[in-house]
């Protein structure tokens, strides 16, 4: 008989942490990929990397997508997918009448859900 945490594992602070770096990616990521999508590669190298970058970012957007707030899910679109600063997801939210702590908040649920979904998606 399986238990719960066999199924559904719980993230450490390393997965934690590597979910956060891989967020601060993303932007990074996406930009290239979207460069090989308009520049096809002409080498199986870059084949690869392209091959690669799919992964890595349709994996945090389905990561991303899982998010059951629809609050948090918001923020961390904003805050990450889309590419933005901090002030500028504080600014963005602000018509939530909530402060800087709790969009901080939001985006540490938001964080903490993405390194859960990874360990079974990946």
């Known amino acids: 008989m399986y238990k719960m945490e066999d199924l559904f594992p719980e993230a450490t602070k390393a997965d934690i942490e590597r979910a956060k770096r891989y967020l601060g990616q993303y932007k990074e990521k996406k930009s290239r990929l979207e460069f090989l999508e308009r520049n096809p590669p002409q080498t199986e190298e870059l084949r690869n990397v392209k091959a690669n970058l799919i992964k890595f970012t349709s994996l945090l957007e389905r990561a991303v997508a899982q998010i059951l707030e629809e609050d948090v899910r918001k923020v961390m679109e904003y805050r990450f997918l889309r590419g933005n600063s901090r002030a500028a997801t504080i600014l963005r939210f602000e ?4 402060c800087d702590k709790t ?3 939001k985006i540490i649920d938001g964080i903490e859900s993405v390194a859960n979904t990874l360990l079974y998606l990946e």
Not at 95 to 98: D, I, K, S
């Open 95 to 98: 018509q939530w009448e909530c």
């Open 103 to 105: 969009i901080d908040r």
